[in-house]
T-cell receptor, first 114, second 112 residues
Protein backbone atom coordinates (compact mmCIF):
# COMPACT_ATOMS: atom_id res chain seq x y z
CA UNK A 1 0.00 0.00 0.00
CA UNK A 2 1.24 3.45 -0.92
CA UNK A 3 1.76 5.89 1.93
CA UNK A 4 0.92 8.86 -0.28
CA UNK A 5 -2.76 8.95 -1.15
CA UNK A 6 -4.07 10.77 -4.21
CA UNK A 7 -7.68 11.47 -5.09
CA UNK A 8 -9.43 11.10 -7.41
CA UNK A 9 -7.78 8.23 -9.29
CA UNK A 10 -9.38 9.32 -12.56
CA UNK A 11 -10.76 12.68 -13.64
CA UNK A 12 -12.41 13.74 -16.88
CA UNK A 13 -13.08 17.44 -17.31
CA UNK A 14 -13.92 19.95 -19.97
CA UNK A 15 -11.71 22.87 -20.84
CA UNK A 16 -13.92 25.33 -18.97
CA UNK A 17 -14.22 23.33 -15.75
CA UNK A 18 -12.51 23.96 -12.43
CA UNK A 19 -11.37 20.92 -10.47
CA UNK A 20 -8.81 20.03 -7.83
CA UNK A 21 -6.45 17.13 -7.29
CA UNK A 22 -5.67 16.14 -3.72
CA UNK A 23 -2.65 14.49 -2.13
CA UNK A 24 -2.21 13.41 1.48
CA UNK A 25 0.68 11.87 3.44
CA UNK A 26 1.01 11.04 7.12
CA UNK A 27 4.71 10.21 7.24
CA UNK A 28 5.67 13.55 8.79
CA UNK A 29 7.40 14.58 5.58
CA UNK A 30 8.00 18.31 5.14
CA UNK A 31 8.57 18.38 1.38
CA UNK A 32 5.90 17.64 -1.20
CA UNK A 33 5.99 17.60 -4.98
CA UNK A 34 3.75 17.58 -8.05
CA UNK A 35 4.88 15.80 -11.22
CA UNK A 36 3.27 15.46 -14.63
CA UNK A 37 3.80 12.24 -16.59
CA UNK A 38 2.80 11.80 -20.22
CA UNK A 39 2.38 8.33 -21.67
CA UNK A 40 5.65 6.43 -22.16
CA UNK A 41 7.66 9.34 -20.70
CA UNK A 42 9.37 9.93 -17.36
CA UNK A 43 7.75 12.21 -14.77
CA UNK A 44 8.49 15.92 -15.05
CA UNK A 45 8.62 18.10 -11.97
CA UNK A 46 6.03 20.87 -11.70
CA UNK A 47 6.18 22.23 -8.13
CA UNK A 48 8.06 21.71 -4.87
CA UNK A 49 6.75 22.70 -1.44
CA UNK A 50 9.09 22.83 1.54
CA UNK A 51 7.60 23.43 4.98
CA UNK A 52 4.31 24.42 3.32
CA UNK A 53 5.97 27.12 1.23
CA UNK A 54 6.33 26.97 -2.53
CA UNK A 55 10.04 26.67 -3.21
CA UNK A 56 10.19 25.64 -6.85
CA UNK A 57 7.86 26.34 -9.78
CA UNK A 58 9.17 24.84 -12.99
CA UNK A 59 7.62 27.47 -15.26
CA UNK A 60 4.23 25.82 -15.06
CA UNK A 61 1.31 27.67 -16.76
CA UNK A 62 -0.96 29.60 -14.39
CA UNK A 63 -3.90 27.32 -15.20
CA UNK A 64 -2.24 24.99 -12.66
CA UNK A 65 -2.37 26.43 -9.14
CA UNK A 66 -0.81 24.51 -6.24
CA UNK A 67 -1.78 24.89 -2.62
CA UNK A 68 -0.35 23.40 0.58
CA UNK A 69 -2.92 23.96 3.38
CA UNK A 70 -0.83 22.07 5.96
CA UNK A 71 2.13 19.74 6.20
CA UNK A 72 0.07 16.67 5.28
CA UNK A 73 -1.96 18.00 2.36
CA UNK A 74 -1.14 19.19 -1.12
CA UNK A 75 -3.70 20.32 -3.68
CA UNK A 76 -3.45 21.13 -7.35
CA UNK A 77 -6.22 23.42 -8.60
CA UNK A 78 -7.03 23.16 -12.30
CA UNK A 79 -8.76 25.76 -14.45
CA UNK A 80 -9.18 26.23 -18.18
CA UNK A 81 -6.95 23.29 -19.06
CA UNK A 82 -6.00 22.32 -22.58
CA UNK A 83 -6.16 18.87 -24.21
CA UNK A 84 -2.38 18.61 -24.00
CA UNK A 85 -2.68 18.73 -20.21
CA UNK A 86 -4.11 15.20 -20.26
CA UNK A 87 -1.61 13.12 -18.31
CA UNK A 88 -0.94 11.23 -15.09
CA UNK A 89 -0.35 13.66 -12.22
CA UNK A 90 1.83 12.27 -9.48
CA UNK A 91 2.31 13.56 -5.98
CA UNK A 92 5.38 12.72 -3.93
CA UNK A 93 6.77 13.54 -0.51
CA UNK A 94 10.13 13.33 1.23
CA UNK A 95 11.48 14.00 4.69
CA UNK A 96 13.14 17.20 3.47
CA UNK A 97 14.55 18.75 0.33
CA UNK A 98 18.07 17.43 0.85
CA UNK A 99 19.31 15.49 -2.15
CA UNK A 100 19.75 12.32 -0.10
CA UNK A 101 16.04 12.18 0.80
CA UNK A 102 14.22 9.68 -1.42
CA UNK A 103 10.77 10.65 -2.61
CA UNK A 104 7.69 8.51 -1.98
CA UNK A 105 5.08 8.61 -4.72
CA UNK A 106 1.33 8.20 -4.80
CA UNK A 107 -0.46 6.21 -7.50
CA UNK A 108 -1.44 9.36 -9.34
CA UNK A 109 -4.53 10.94 -10.83
CA UNK A 110 -5.15 10.16 -14.48
CA UNK A 111 -6.54 13.34 -15.99
CA UNK A 112 -8.34 13.55 -19.33
CA UNK A 113 -9.30 16.89 -20.84
CA UNK A 114 -12.15 16.82 -23.34
CA UNK B 1 22.50 20.18 -13.35
CA UNK B 2 23.16 16.47 -13.19
CA UNK B 3 21.45 14.08 -15.55
CA UNK B 4 21.09 10.36 -16.17
CA UNK B 5 20.81 8.39 -19.38
CA UNK B 6 19.17 5.02 -19.69
CA UNK B 7 20.69 3.24 -22.61
CA UNK B 8 17.88 0.83 -23.45
CA UNK B 9 14.25 1.82 -23.98
CA UNK B 10 13.08 -1.81 -23.91
CA UNK B 11 14.61 -4.99 -22.57
CA UNK B 12 12.86 -8.28 -23.37
CA UNK B 13 13.93 -11.26 -21.29
CA UNK B 14 12.64 -14.75 -20.55
CA UNK B 15 11.40 -15.66 -17.11
CA UNK B 16 14.11 -16.88 -14.70
CA UNK B 17 16.86 -15.32 -16.85
CA UNK B 18 19.19 -12.63 -15.45
CA UNK B 19 18.73 -9.02 -16.47
CA UNK B 20 20.73 -5.79 -16.43
CA UNK B 21 19.19 -2.36 -16.98
CA UNK B 22 21.79 0.26 -17.78
CA UNK B 23 22.04 3.79 -16.41
CA UNK B 24 24.86 6.31 -16.85
CA UNK B 25 25.07 9.56 -14.93
CA UNK B 26 26.76 12.84 -15.74
CA UNK B 27 30.01 13.26 -13.89
CA UNK B 28 29.97 15.21 -10.67
CA UNK B 29 31.95 15.62 -7.48
CA UNK B 30 29.36 13.80 -5.46
CA UNK B 31 26.24 12.06 -6.57
CA UNK B 32 23.21 10.35 -5.17
CA UNK B 33 21.34 7.94 -7.41
CA UNK B 34 18.00 6.17 -7.29
CA UNK B 35 16.17 3.43 -9.17
CA UNK B 36 12.38 3.52 -9.25
CA UNK B 37 9.91 1.01 -10.70
CA UNK B 38 6.48 1.84 -12.11
CA UNK B 39 4.01 -1.00 -12.54
CA UNK B 40 1.09 -0.45 -14.95
CA UNK B 41 -1.45 2.07 -13.67
CA UNK B 42 0.57 2.81 -10.56
CA UNK B 43 2.92 5.44 -9.22
CA UNK B 44 6.66 5.06 -8.75
CA UNK B 45 8.13 2.81 -6.08
CA UNK B 46 11.67 3.20 -4.79
CA UNK B 47 13.74 0.09 -5.60
CA UNK B 48 17.07 1.20 -4.15
CA UNK B 49 19.30 4.19 -3.54
CA UNK B 50 23.00 4.98 -3.56
CA UNK B 51 24.02 7.68 -1.12
CA UNK B 52 27.59 6.75 -0.18
CA UNK B 53 29.63 3.84 1.12
CA UNK B 54 29.45 0.40 -0.43
CA UNK B 55 29.23 0.50 -4.21
CA UNK B 56 26.94 -2.54 -4.29
CA UNK B 57 23.47 -1.56 -3.24
CA UNK B 58 20.75 -4.07 -2.52
CA UNK B 59 17.11 -3.15 -2.95
CA UNK B 60 13.67 -4.66 -2.77
CA UNK B 61 12.33 -7.56 -4.84
CA UNK B 62 15.80 -9.08 -5.30
CA UNK B 63 17.24 -6.17 -7.28
CA UNK B 64 20.71 -4.74 -6.78
CA UNK B 65 22.79 -2.04 -8.43
CA UNK B 66 26.47 -1.26 -8.60
CA UNK B 67 27.84 2.27 -8.46
CA UNK B 68 30.86 2.56 -10.75
CA UNK B 69 32.59 5.91 -10.50
CA UNK B 70 35.16 5.29 -13.24
CA UNK B 71 32.47 4.40 -15.75
CA UNK B 72 29.86 6.83 -14.32
CA UNK B 73 27.35 4.00 -14.28
CA UNK B 74 24.69 2.69 -11.93
CA UNK B 75 23.33 -0.43 -13.59
CA UNK B 76 20.43 -2.37 -12.11
CA UNK B 77 20.58 -6.17 -12.00
CA UNK B 78 18.50 -9.14 -11.00
CA UNK B 79 19.80 -12.72 -11.24
CA UNK B 80 16.43 -14.28 -12.06
CA UNK B 81 13.37 -12.33 -13.18
CA UNK B 82 9.71 -13.16 -12.76
CA UNK B 83 6.71 -12.27 -14.87
CA UNK B 84 5.70 -9.86 -12.10
CA UNK B 85 8.86 -7.81 -12.73
CA UNK B 86 7.36 -6.56 -16.00
CA UNK B 87 7.28 -2.79 -15.52
CA UNK B 88 8.93 0.51 -16.40
CA UNK B 89 12.18 1.23 -14.59
CA UNK B 90 13.56 4.73 -14.06
CA UNK B 91 17.02 5.80 -12.98
CA UNK B 92 17.01 9.22 -11.26
CA UNK B 93 19.38 11.81 -9.84
CA UNK B 94 18.45 14.65 -7.50
CA UNK B 95 19.45 18.22 -8.28
CA UNK B 96 19.19 21.33 -6.10
CA UNK B 97 16.10 21.35 -3.93
CA UNK B 98 15.76 17.59 -4.36
CA UNK B 99 14.42 18.11 -7.87
CA UNK B 100 14.51 14.62 -9.34
CA UNK B 101 15.70 14.28 -12.91
CA UNK B 102 14.76 10.96 -14.46
CA UNK B 103 16.23 8.98 -17.28
CA UNK B 104 14.00 8.13 -20.21
CA UNK B 105 12.94 4.83 -18.67
CA UNK B 106 13.47 1.18 -19.60
CA UNK B 107 10.53 -1.10 -20.19
CA UNK B 108 11.35 -4.56 -18.87
CA UNK B 109 9.25 -7.21 -20.60
CA UNK B 110 9.47 -10.65 -19.02
CA UNK B 111 8.25 -13.43 -21.26
CA UNK B 112 7.17 -16.90 -20.12
Amino acid sequence: DTEVTQTPKHLVMGMTNKKSLKCEQHMGHRAMYWYKQKAKKPPELMFVYSYEKLSINESVPSRFSPECPNSSLLNLHLHALQPEDSALYLCASSRGTGASQPQHFGDGTRLSIL
Amino acid sequence: AQSVTQLDSQVPVFEEAPVELRCNYSSSVSVYLFWYVQYPNQGLQLLLKYLSGSTLVKGINGFEAEFNKSQTSFHLRKPSVHISDTAEYFCAVPNAGNMLTFGGGTRLMVKP
